[in-house]
């Protein structure tokens, strides 16, 4: 099991984002002939499924890795409001009706293919920016996990306790500032959980010392972290 999850997590996201191209082809060979659209489709669902698995793998890889503890790890998947959310897929879906309307009979396709394909595309291919980023936060006993999919790529990190000096909650300022790494649902979240490396560096040469996190609950994130590193509360912060 474990050489398969490698096998998955060596599979380039970057890949598997090419689907959507797929998706197009699907539409357009719809009735002719269906085999094609059926081999297609199943690779644009196979594509899906190991998105979902690379997801997997990458918690149970966290577990094996950096956790040794009997009590389970704490996992966090936050996502942009659902109100955000069922808006944007409105707006997308309504777009896409209006479009295959005006398309209909383009290049051979009908009103409701034009719509299909557009809608499709859109949601495999801009999925964060519709719905916000994929991203998963686990806090083991050694440490905070982070898996962050913006879009075409998706980033795997991991932070031991004795690299975060602390950890602060607080209220966003008016603009978030350009030395921040934001690892959120959304760039612009209201309120957050900011992390502070130990060394002045920061914590990789990729990741500065100020990474921004907005878990789902922020009570229950903090009291994990409780005990393992300092954890202060703050109104507000400067945007400089």
Request: proline share 5%; hydrophobic share 45%.
């Given at each position: 099991m474990?050489?398969?999850?490698?096998?998955?997590?060596?599979?380039?996201?970057l890949?598997?984002?090419?689907?959507p191209?797929a998706?197009?082809?699907?539409?357009f060979f719809?009735?002719?002939?269906?085999?094609?659209?059926?081999?297609?489709?199943?690779?644009?669902?196979v594509?899906?499924?190991?998105?979902a698995?690379?997801?997997?793998a990458?918690?149970?890889?966290?577990r094996?890795?950096?956790?040794?503890?009997?009590a389970r790890p704490?996992?966090?998947?936050?996502h942009?409001?659902?109100?955000?959310?069922?808006?944007?897929?409105?707006?997308?879906l309504?777009?896409s009706?209006l479009l295959?309307?005006?398309?209909?009979?383009?290049?051979n396709l009908s009103?409701?293919?034009?719509?299909?394909?557009?809608a499709?595309?859109?949601?495999?291919?801009?999925?964060a920016?519709?719905?916000?980023?994929?991203v998963?936060?686990?806090i083991t006993?050694q440490?905070?996990g982070?898996?962050?999919v913006p879009?075409?790529?998706?980033y795997?990190l991991?932070f031991?306790?004795h690299?975060?000096r602390r950890v602060?909650?607080?209220?966003?300022?008016e603009?978030i500032?350009?030395?921040?790494d934001?690892l959120?649902?959304l760039?612009?979240?209201?309120?957050?959980?900011l992390l502070?490396?130990?060394?002045?560096e920061g914590?990789?040469?990729?990741i500065?010392?100020?990474?921004?996190l907005?878990?789902m609950?922020m009570?229950?994130?903090?009291?994990?972290l409780?005990?393992?590193?300092?954890?202060?509360e703050e109104?507000?912060?400067?945007?400089?």
């Open positions: 474990k050489l398969l999850e490698s096998f998955i997590l060596g599979v380039p996201y890949f598997l984002k090419k689907i191209y998706w197009v082809f699907v539409v719809w009735s002719w002939p269906p085999v094609v659209s059926g081999i297609l489709l199943a690779i644009v669902l594509g899906l499924l190991m998105m698995w690379q997801e997997r990458w918690e149970n890889k966290i094996r890795e950096f956790h040794s503890g009997e704490y996992i966090d998947h936050p942009a409001t659902r109100t955000f959310q069922i808006r944007n897929l409105l707006l997308l309504a777009g009706g295959g309307w005006l398309l209909n009979g383009r290049l009103g409701l293919q034009w719509c299909l394909l557009l499709g595309f859109m949601l495999l291919y801009k999925d920016l519709l719905f916000g980023a994929a998963t936060y686990i006993d440490g905070i982070i898996r962050y879009g075409y790529v998706d795997r991991f031991k306790f690299e975060i602060v909650r607080m209220k966003m300022p603009r500032p350009r030395g921040w934001v959120t649902p760039r612009y979240p209201k309120e957050g959980i502070y490396a130990t060394r002045r914590f990789s040469k990729q500065r010392s100020e990474v921004l907005r878990p609950d009570e229950k994130f903090l009291g994990e409780a005990g393992h590193v300092a954890v202060t109104a507000s912060t400067s945007s400089g």
